[in-house]
């Protein structure tokens, strides 16, 4: 239901009133259905609605102001990194020299955007123990698919042809098996312990000859760390079959172990979550991935690579999977976390993956007494609770979720990971003050009460947003445009 009375743009507008001014022309006007084919010539001019320059900028902002960001508010987004994203990164990635060159530019007039590059790469080589890194992945999930179609190939060039299968826990996060599959894969899912780790023996029960890699969400989406990585590695490692890491979140364990040192043989990095980039409504992000050396042979190219001190893309790597990526990837997030990483330096870096956890567990031992925690050692960058407790009291998860909107929060993940009855995914991440968390923390306990003493409240929230509860599924399949003709 739409309760303020904003107008819509469509009823303020004002006939012949324009937020343009344009030149006289000064060369002939073109009948445009001379050029254009029969059909696609407009018969009637487009209803538009027309108002002034300023009437418009009023519109925007207002409907900015209703949105809700990192930059406006707490976002405890779990599996999804919501960060603050420094504005110094900003203002690098608008610098006219980056911000103004071209693609197809010749390599020599672009020498100082390649060796942001190539250090790029260097860094992110340093930051995961690989041996070399792609940039040209657009996405988390497009880096683990590039990453599977090279260890793929890497098994057909050793005439491996049966390692049809690619071994993915059931707490992965959901693009695993997704990406295994577009790549060709058949996904077997292995089972989780009651402690929410990986199950070895499972795991031994269903690795083979057709083992063609396991992929390990490290944080696994219970924001619990894999302790028997080694084992795994060995055991994958013993039937011939590649590790891979998904590194999405890498604010839980940066600086401090590398998934290099742990035995895994690619990685692939969220630049646009650990690393600063921006990202929400679909991007642009960068899913760079890094390989040990019997992978490079496979990498996408062209690669960019230093000879005689000039930075140059090789194209004649015959053995890989070709190019993932028009052109070289997206530069604007390349700036971004270059800007980021060089201004945190090594220590800053540590401390990010310190506050990280630090504020999760916290978050998580304060909220353990209201809430049923499924696991309840420490965790990493994030955390899982149960509404059980309140669901038995008839109050669902999503109606809390729903009532923090009220309190000025971003809801967490709900409902995800699948193995935990009514559950809430929260990642504080480390850029949130101790305040902040304290606020969020008093608003999950005030919700608690709540629900115990006046749950209608909790039911029917939220009660101080433009839009009321919306049936989601239908909001998200049939959007209503609400065009009021006059
Ligand atoms: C976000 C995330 C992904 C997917 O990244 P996209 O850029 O959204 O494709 C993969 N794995 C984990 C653990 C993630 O958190």
New binding site residues.
């Given amino acids: 239901m739409h309760k303020d009375n904003q107008p819509l743009i469509f009823e303020n507008t004002k006939e012949g009133r324009i937020g343009y001014s344009l030149p006289e022309l000064d060369v002939p006007e073109i009948d445009l259905s001379e050029l254009l084919a029969e059909g696609f010539v407009r018969e009637k001019v487009a209803e538009l609605p027309e108002v002034s320059e300023l009437d418009i900028m009023r519109h925007y902002t207002a409907l900015s102001n209703r949105n809700h960001g990192i930059d406006s508010g707490f976002y405890p987004l779990g ?3 919501m960060k603050y994203n420094p504005k110094i990164n900003e203002s690098v990635a608008r610098f006219p020299g980056f911000a103004n060159i071209h693609p197809l530019q010749d390599e020599s007039t672009v020498q100082g955007a390649l060796e942001i590059m190539y250090d790029l790469q260097e860094h992110l080589n340093e930051i995961t123990g690989m041996d070399e890194v792609t940039l040209q992945p657009a ?4 880096g ?1 698919w590039t990453a599977l179609m090279m260890i793929r190939a890497f098994h057909e060039a050793n005439g491996d042809l049966e390692r049809t299968k690619v071994l993915v826990p059931d707490s992965a ?1 959901g ?2 098996p997704a990406s295994a599959t577009v790549a060709g894969f058949d996904t077997i899912t292995v089972k989780s312990n009651e402690n929410g780790l990986v199950d070895i023996e499972d795991l031994r029960a269903k690795v083979g000859p057709d083992t063609a890699a396991l992929m390990l ?1 490290n944080p696994n ?1 219970l924001g619990l760390f894999e302790e028997d990585i080694l084992e795994m590695a060995k055991i994958v490692h013993g039937v011939g079959g590649k590790l891979y890491y ?1 590194g ?2 890498l604010n839980a364990v940066m600086s401090k172990v590398r998934p290099g040192d742990m035995g895994f043989d690619a990685v692939h990095l ?1 630049l ?2 650990t690393f600063t980039g921006p ?1 929400g409504g679909g991007g642009p ?1 960068s ?1 760079p991935v890094g390989v040990k050396k019997e992978l490079i042979p496979y990498l996408p190219k062209p690669v960019l690579i230093k000879k005689d001190n000039t930075l140059t893309f090789e194209y004649d790597r015959p053995q890989s999977i070709g190019r993932v990526k028009p052109f070289y990837g997206n530069f604007g997030i390349y700036l971004r976390a270059y800007t980021y990483i060089r201004s945190m330096g090594p220590d800053g870096l540590k401390a990010v993956t310190e506050y990280a956890v630090l504020n999760a567990n916290y978050m998580m031992r304060r909220l353990e007494p209201y809430f049923d925690l499924p696991y309840s050692q420490h965790c990493k960058h994030e955390f899982v609770l149960s509404g059980r407790r309140q669901k038995k009291l008839g109050v669902r998860t999503l109606d809390m979720a729903k009532r923090l909107l009220d309190f000025g929060y971003h809801p967490p993940t709900i409902y995800f990971p699948l193995n935990v009855e009514e559950g809430m995914m929260i990642e504080p991440t480390e850029t949130e003050s101790k305040e902040t968390l304290d606020d969020f923390i008093e608003a999950m306990i005030q919700i608690t009460k709540e629900v115990e003493e006046n749950p209608e409240v909790v039911q029917n929230a939220p009660h101080t947003t433009v839009i009321s509860r919306l049936d989601e599924t239908k909001a998200a399949r049939q959007p209503v445009l609400r065009y009021i003709k006059k």
């Fill in positions: 599996s999804c990194t996405a988390g999930a497009h683990e996060h693009t695993n969400t989406t998904d999405a979140n969220n646009h979550k990202h992000g899913g």
